[in-house]
C-alpha cells in the first residue's frame, strides 16, 4: 500500500501509543495479528473521529473502540494486513519502547515526515503552562508563557523528532534523560513554540482543548 499522508500521521499514533502483537489462540488454534491503542480516557474522540476512520478507509477494517475499567481509551484492531503493513516498515513487534523509530521511508520524504510528527506529538507530546517552584513542596507559580515536551523511553525516536523539527527550523532542547530513563524532548521559546503550532500543529482534542485554555 502507498504511503499517504494520512498512513503516515497514523504511523505516527501507532509509534506513540500503539503496539503490535502476534499470538496463538488456543480457543480457535490459530495465529491471531493484533494492533492495540491506548491513550488517555478524554481522548476517545480522536480515536473515534479520527484514527478509527483511517483504518476504515484504507484497510476495510472497524477495530473495537471502547473506555477500559481503569478510564483508559482502547482501540484494539485484529487484521494481519494491518499487522504486516506496519511490521513491513519497521515498528516491532511486542515492547517496543527502547527500540522504535520513524521508519526511514517517511523521514526522508517532507510530506510524510511533517504528519509523522503530528501523529508523535498528539500521542506522546504535551503543551502546558510553564511554572517554577521556590524550592520542593513549594506551590507553583505559573507565568504566561507555554512549554512544549516529548517523553519516550526510546532515544532514537527522540533523535528522529528533534531532526524533524530542525528540518523545519524549529528549535528545541538538548535531549536530556530523567530520573525514570526516559528521554525528554522540550520546546520552551515562544516563538519557536508558534513555529511548531503552524507547520506540524495537533489533531487530538486532547491538546486542542488545551490550547485554547492557555494564555494566548
Known sequence: MELTSELAELTGVVIGDGCLSKYFANYDKRWRYEIAFT?????YAYYRDFVQ???KSYFGVKG???IHKDNSTRFH???RKVFDFFANLGIPVGEKSHSVFIPRKIMADSE???PCLRGVWDTDGSIY???SRQYKNHPKHYSNLKSMLLKMSSKA???DVKEGLTELSIRSSNITQDSEGAFRLYISDQAEIAKFLEKVGFRNFHHLRRLSMLPA
Do not use: A, H, K, T
Open 129 to 131: 503552562q510553564r511554572y
Open 157 to 159: 525516536i527522540i533523535e
Open 64 to 66: 473495537r473502540l471502547f
Open 39 to 43: 491513550g488517555n480516557n478524554d481522548e
Open 112 to 114: 510524510l515526515r511533517v
Open 53 to 55: 476512520p483511517i483504518f
Open 77 to 79: 484492531v485484529l487484521s
